[in-house]
Nanobody
Framework: QVQLVESGGGLVQAGGSLRLSCAAS????????MGWFRQAPGKEREFVTA????????SYANSVKGRFTISRDNAKNTVYLQMNSLKPEDTAVYYC???????????????????WGQGTQVTVSS
């Protein structure tokens, strides 16, 4: 089992920044690919970005490209999502997710992941 705990969400004005963290425990973090997803009210959960266990960044959703950055620190068992130039449409609950890297094929697909955090709310005011 892998336990994931997100933190860093909150209320921010448009144009501001937040850094989300996702702390993992339970298994060898460096063996896991990690993803960030988000779900806005009334919408489906959507892919934001993902990073392989090697540190290779899979991609970013077009809506966040150039503004968000994913990174990981295997020594701290943590993956981060730096969010800059936030917009009201970024308002959502943000989730991190994990899957063993050796079995991961399509990290843009939420159904690929075995473990999920509880989510952290990000609200961007206009």
């Amino acid at each position: 089992q892998v336990q994931l705990v997100e933190s860093g969400g909150g209320l921010v004005q448009a144009g501001g920044s937040l850094r989300l963290s996702c702390a993992a425990s339970g298994r060898t973090f460096s063996n896991y690919a990690m993803g960030w997803f988000r779900q806005a009210p009334g919408k489906e959960r959507e892919f934001v970005t993902a990073i392989r266990e090697t540190g290779f960044i899979i991609s970013y959703a077009n809506s966040v490209k150039g503004r968000f950055t994913i990174s990981r620190d295997n020594a701290k068992n943590t993956v981060y999502l730096q969010m800059n130039s936030l917009k009201p449409e970024d308002t959502a609950v943000y989730y991190c997710a994990a899957v063993q890297g050796e079995v991961a094929t399509n990290l843009r697909n939420q159904y690929e992941y075995d473990y999920w955090g509880q989510g952290t709310q990000v609200t961007v005011s206009s």
